[in-house]
């Protein structure tokens, strides 16, 4: 598999080479495998979100039969025109709400080459998952490096707390549950590129 750098797009075998490979990215371990699927996953969400994608009809009628034609389905799926309806529900989901997050795990103390799981970290997440609260990757896995998005302008504090018209203040939701820095992975919405490997 031999990629040039920037943004490519991926069909076919290829796109299975990138999901399969291991050896060319991050440290060429299965745990940089799984953040390299997480990159190509996220990508291929934000490419199906896009308005090139779901607002042609014959490309939404492709996907839906491709899927019919490559996947067991239950009898209430299996139609090409639940899965085009199914795929128009993709418009309106928050990607910042779809995460990829591994398990968290480390060196296995006596066994070279293997890992150990991170029952802390491990418990943490799966709290937060059983919660259904909004959580927050912090940290992106071995393979996955972020791409630098253009600053957004802060928008200027508003003066005194905002209030109901019956003059109560209004609670400001909180915000996202971070997970643990030994947590790795990330958002649909995190723009991020494979760290392909170029020392052996």
């Not at 919660?131 to 990757?137: K, M």
């Not at 905002?162 to 919405?189: K, N, R, W």
Request: glycine share 8%; proline share 6%.
């Amino acid at each position: 598999l031999d990629l040039p750098a920037g943004n490519v797009t991926l069909e076919g075998y290829q796109a299975l080479q990138v999901l399969r490979t291991r050896y060319g990215v991050g440290d060429g371990s299965d745990v940089s495998r799984i953040s390299n699927q997480q990159v190509y996953m996220s990508s291929m969400l934000r490419q199906l979100q896009s308005s090139e994608t779901l607002s042609n009809p014959v490309t939404v009628y492709r996907l839906a039969k491709a899927g019919f034609e490559s996947l067991t389905l239950s009898s209430s799926m299996a139609s090409v025109q639940f899965l085009q309806a199914l795929a128009g529900t993709a418009v309106n989901i928050d990607l910042s709400r779809v995460n990829f997050v591994q398990y968290p795990s480390g060196t296995h103390p006596y066994q070279a080459g293997r890992l150990t799981p991170n029952r802390w970290a491990g418990d943490e997440l799966m709290n937060v998952v059983r919660s259904g609260e909004a959580f927050e990757v912090a940290s992106a896995g071995k393979a996955a490096v972020k791409v630098e998005e253009a600053p957004v302008e802060a928008e200027a504090p508003v003066e005194g707390a905002e209030v109901t018209e019956d003059g109560v203040p209004v609670e400001t939701p909180p915000g996202p549950i971070v997970l643990p820095e030994s947590v790795t992975g990330q958002s649909a919405a995190d723009f991020t590129c494979s760290a392909g490997r170029t020392e052996w």
